[in-house]
């Protein structure tokens, strides 16, 4: 994307993107590869932290929006992801693919400036950070933070709709923080397409092991997220973090958990339904959202 356009214009680039070739594309090929990182490379918006414009909050507000306890997870969870990304990127000798994939942890690495500056902004304090060495698997870290991102995405585009819906971030607020939110639309978008291309570009023979990597990679996010929900319960210093019901309360003034998947499902198709149909979506999540939704009155 240019330097030249305005931040409006630039925005509007993010968000709305068709593939240069027309006709269909076959899933797994040379094509789909050069389609899904040029999505990435094409739509990536060049905002740069250091000169964002916090706006002034009033006390209320700022007491509500410093007293979330997600500020140290979110800052650490951005710093994780930018050098797992990072590290798997170096791991690839195709140029785009590595130039795509380079592009995603630079903009990882971004949100946890902007992360930064949003609390230093508004005076919240974080724990110590932790280091984050390079991972040995660079491969399975890039997929832990794929998939996790998938999950945590759909959750935040509704949390996101609600705290706007119910003011309990202001709107100033809510507007400078938006395009952190699309850019993770874009990554899952990204990474949707990368997990089905490198699935159907390994030989035959190869596919089991991929299976039983994803398989694995699963089970680590499911266990990580029981142990972060357990972890703040014994701790009782942030029962809002019991995701999604609990920070939905906290986010959207006690919003039925029912009304919560259904700002998540509309939000998740509403910031992909802008770029190219032929780019596969993430659909796990969604999926498993509507069974959970039949049973919600």
């Not at 995701?243 to 700002?263: E, H, K, M, Q, R």
């Not at 770029?275 to 999926?287: E, G, H, Q, S």
């Amino acid at each position: 994307m240019s330097d030249t356009l305005t931040p409006a214009e630039a925005d509007h680039a993010m968000r709305h993107w068709t593939y240069r070739s027309a006709g269909d594309i076959q899933i797994g090929s040379a094509q789909h590869k050069r389609m899904f990182c040029e999505l990435l490379l094409t739509t990536h918006n060049p905002y740069k932290p250091a000169v964002i414009d916090w706006p002034t909050l009033a006390p209320a507000a700022l007491r509500r929006v410093t007293s979330l306890p997600i500020w140290d997870i979110a800052v650490q969870t951005e710093g994780r992801a930018s050098i797992r990304v990072a590290t798997y990127a170096a791991s690839i000798g195709d140029p785009l693919l590595r130039e795509a994939i380079t592009m995603n942890g630079e903009e990882e690495a971004r949100h946890k400036i902007v992360l930064s500056k949003l609390v230093e902004a508004y005076g919240i304090e974080l724990a110590p950070e932790p280091p984050y060495p390079p991972p040995d698997d660079p491969l399975r870290a890039w997929m832990l933070t794929g998939y996790s991102e998938c999950i945590d995405s759909f959750f935040a585009f509704g949390l996101f709709e609600a705290a706007r819906r119910s003011g309990y971030f202001p709107g100033e607020l809510v507007e400078t923080f938006e395009p952190v939110i699309q850019e993770e639309a874009r990554h899952i978008l990204f990474f949707a397409n990368w997990v089905a291309w490198y699935r159907r570009s390994l030989p035959w023979y190869r596919r089991p092991w991929f299976l039983a990597k994803t398989c694995g990679v699963w089970i680590s996010l499911i266990r990580d997220r029981v142990s972060l929900a357990r972890g703040f319960d014994k701790s009782g210093a942030a029962q809002d973090m019991n995701f999604p019901a609990n920070v939905g309360d906290s986010v959207s003034g006690g919003v039925s958990a029912g009304a919560l998947i259904d700002w998540c499902l509309a939000e998740n198709d509403r910031r992909m339904g802008g770029y190219d149909a032929r780019l596969l979506r993430p659909t796990l999540v969604p999926k498993l959202a509507r069974i959970v939704r039949r049973f919600i009155k």
